[in-house]
């Protein structure tokens, strides 16, 4: 096998290193569901999944008052994504991880 015919298996089955992470979450509002991140993606990425779960955490404990009353200032289904906008496990128990979980519309 030639190298680079090596390298282009060992990146296409490498596990890719993400470049970032936000928290993504659905809010309601008088238009309707809304997909929100934070840090906006204009803005840079948060640079650790753990900050990342963290905040997102956090963001949720002052939430669930506003999630348990259906207020319009709650926010649903918050999880860390990465800069692909794909779910993240949870650090540490390795699942995927969901505060104030709702299936909206």
Do not use: H
Request: charged fraction near 30%; glycine fraction near 6%.
């Amino acid at each position: 096998m030639k190298i680079t015919d090596g390298l282009k298996i060992i990146e296409n089955g490498w596990v890719r290193k993400p470049r970032g992470f936000r928290v993504k979450f659905q809010k309601k509002t008088k238009n309707g569901i809304e997909v929100r991140y934070s840090p906006p993606l204009e803005e840079a990425p948060l640079n650790s999944d753990v900050t990342a779960w963290r905040y997102a955490w956090k963001l949720w404990q002052a939430t669930v008052p506003a999630f348990e009353a259906g207020a319009p200032d709650a926010l649903y289904n918050i999880t860390v994504v990465d800069d692909q906008d794909n779910p993240c496990r949870f650090y540490e128990t390795g699942d995927f991880e969901t505060y104030n979980p709702e299936d909206l519309p």
